[in-house]
Every structure is written in C-alpha cells, then in structure tokens.
C-alpha cells in the first residue's frame, strides 16, 4: 500500500519569504514522487516530480524540492514566495511497482500575503 | 493540444436522477483516472483504466457508481441513482504510460451537486 501524509492544511507566509510545504510517504518499494498545484475551480497542474538521482528537483515557478530516503519526505521549498503562489499544492506517491496509481496526500493551503 | 476535456463543468440536479459525467483523455495516452475532491475527503482516486481496461475500482464508493472507457478517447463515470453526499467535484486525468513516469494531466472538473 502506498500513502502520503501532507501535515500542514495551511501555511502562511509572507510575500518575499521561503516558503516550505511538507510531505512525507509510506510505499512498500521505492517511490516516484511528485507535487501538483491547485488554482481556484481549476484542475491539478504538475510541478515537479523525483524519478531517481539527484535529491534535489527543480521544477516549474522557481519551486524545488528534496527528497530525503532516511525520513521518507519530500518536501517542497521556494526561496522566495509570491503572492500567486497562494493555492492548494498536492504531494503524490507512486510505488515503482504499482502500475500507473498515484495516491495523493489531503492538500495544504498556502497563502502567501503582501 | 486541447488537454483533458470534461462535461459538463456544472451540474446540478435532484437526488434520484441519473448522473453521467464525459471525460476525453488527451490523444495518444493510455491510461485514464477519476478523481473525485471533496472538502471532507480530499482528493479520492474512484477508478483507473490501463488501455480502456479496468485496474483498480477499489475507490468506487458503492453500486450506484460506475464507469467506462469503450474507447481510447472517450470516458464515462455514472451515478444511479444520485444522493446529495455525492455533492464534489470529479475530475478526470490520462497519462502516457510505460517507461519513466511522465506527469498526470488533468481536466478542469465536473463540479456535481446534488439537491
């Protein structure tokens, strides 16, 4: 079974600051991982996504994030947010060997004020 | 490209009717998910086809749920009869799968609500 446990509902930060999501997974093999984005009545877009190799993974919107096997995390990181990154951001999980599946977590709010 | 295309955006209608949401996966991709996002429940995954074949059903809540992908452009997921907890947000996703993992495209979603 494979699960992704998102911590935070919300993160406040303000506009200018790093801003950091939480992410940690549960698979049985070894884990592609990724991070979606959420705007208002809008689909999921996707950010990045860790296949294997470097730890770090740079993705769309100056957004990263690393991967961290001793802490099964994956937490997403931008070094400084603006005020449209405010949205609903998604971390997934995908056991190597579980076909297509993802499993997403619940979902965190950020909201990055002026 | 157009993307994932899903009907109709809105639907609202009465508890008991029938429900059926479209879902056009982006061409050339071969496996197709439903999605359905609720405050309560999050994000759910109800079922996914692998080339218009069934996978995994397992999130499909009960009976009154079903879906179908009778070809590779085409997706249905249906409600019969429909009840007001039903009342979220479908989205339909596709994906080119096989080798490395490539990312998951999502329609805009189907907002359902159920009086």
């Known amino acids: 079974a494979q699960s992704v446990a998102q911590p935070e509902d919300q993160v406040n930060v303000a506009e200018g600051n790093p801003l950091t999501v939480k992410c940690t997974y549960s698979?049985?093999?070894?884990?592609?991982l990724f991070w979606y984005v959420q705007y208002p009545n809008r689909g999921l877009q996707f950010l990045l996504k860790y296949i294997t190799g470097d730890n770090l993974v740079k993705g769309s919107y100056g957004f990263e994030a690393e991967f961290n096997k001793s802490q099964t995390s994956f937490h997403l990181k931008k070094p400084s947010a603006l005020v449209s990154d405010s949205a609903l951001y998604f971390c997934a999980v995908r056991d190597r060997g579980a076909g297509n599946k993802l499993t997403f977590g619940g979902g965190t709010r950020v909201l990055v004020k002026p | 490209d157009a993307g994932v295309i899903q009907s109709p955006r809105h639907e609202v209608t009465e508890m008991g009717q029938e429900v059926t949401l479209r879902c056009k996966p982006i061409s050339g991709h071969n496996s197709l998910f439903w999605y359905r996002q609720t405050m309560m429940r999050g994000l759910e995954l109800l079922i996914y086809f692998n080339n218009n074949v069934p996978i995994d059903d397992s999130g499909m809540p009960e009976d009154r749920f079903s879906a179908k992908m009778p070809n590779a452009s085409f997706s249905t997921l249906k409600i019969q009869p429909s009840e007001p907890r039903d009342s979220a947000v479908y989205f339909c996703a596709s994906i080119l799968g096989g080798g490395e993992p490539g990312e998951l495209f999502f329609g805009e979603g189907s907002r359902l609500t159920v009086l």
């Open positions: 698979v049985s093999g070894n884990p592609y």
